[in-house]
């Protein structure tokens, strides 16, 4: 990813509707699996450590790993966080030691993603949780994906195989951002046709719309937790080590 993308994610992570929803739907679909989280989380790709502040907001122990020195010199100004700088193809943690291991929006940042869900299979425990979040559809492809140095998009399919290719049980998979789907899918295309360099994608909103957006999501989830949305921006996947 572009170092100024990591500016710019620090300033907008924390209540952005887009960074929002998707914590908010990562601790929902943890919640609703595992009721009781007693052991150690790790957030792979933590980035500038807004989902660990949630963490340790609810009182969990988490550590973050992250391969930019640059995303986990923000992520310490949110808090005295365990953060760590390593690749998440070879994670510094011993094998079996965490109960709770999320990977949102990390996949994609990967040449191939299939070394660093072996390694979250390693280090998760016998009964322990992945929860995943990955951009779908390669249609969507845009100068969004360039600048936050994407190698592909997902579909179900191809989410549901790299994760069963691990060793690991899928619990829940859904598309989500489902409502929103044909607004981004428009800001995408446009994107594809603006001039200039590639750059992330955050459409400045006002605040009641931000809100509006954020309580949409909120709905989202909910429906998602009791059944699955057939499309959507996005992917997110509930796995299960058995």
């Known amino acids: 990813m572009q170092p100024h993308e990591y500016q710019r994610m620090f300033q907008h992570e924390g209540d ?91 996949l994609e940042h990967l040449p191939d993603e299939r070394p660093a869900l072996r390694e979250l299979y390693r280090v998760l425990q016998g009964g322990g949780y992945l929860i995943v979040s990955v951009p779908a559809y390669a249609w969507l492809w845009s100068k969004h994906d360039v600048a936050l140095a994407h190698y592909r998009r997902y579909t179900a399919r191809a989410l549901q195989t790299r994760l069963c290719e691990a060793g690991f049980e899928v619990c ?50 909910r429906w998602l937790l009791r059944r699955r949305l057939p499309f959507g921006v996005s992917l997110v996947a509930v796995a299960r080590r058995p």
């Open 172 to 221: 829940r998979l859904s598309y989500s951002l489902g409502l929103l789907l044909p607004l981004i899918a428009l800001a995408r295309w446009l994107d594809r046709l603006r001039p200039g360099a590639p750059a992330a994608t955050v459409l400045p909103v006002p605040r009641w719309l931000n809100r509006a957006l954020i309580r949409l999501q909120e709905w989202e989830t």
């Open 16 to 106: 952005y509707w887009w960074f929002v929803a998707r914590r908010r739907l990562a601790l929902a679909l943890l919640t609703a699996h595992l009721p009781e989280v007693c052991g150690r989380i790790l957030d792979a790709g933590c980035g500038t450590g807004a989902l660990l502040s949630d963490l340790h907001t609810r009182g969990w122990q988490a550590i973050g790993v992250d391969l930019a020195r640059e995303a986990l010199c923000l992520a310490r100004r949110r808090g005295a966080f365990p953060v760590v700088q390593a690749r998440l193809e070879a994670l510094p943690l011993r094998s079996e030691s965490v109960q709770v291991a999320f990977a949102l929006d990390v």
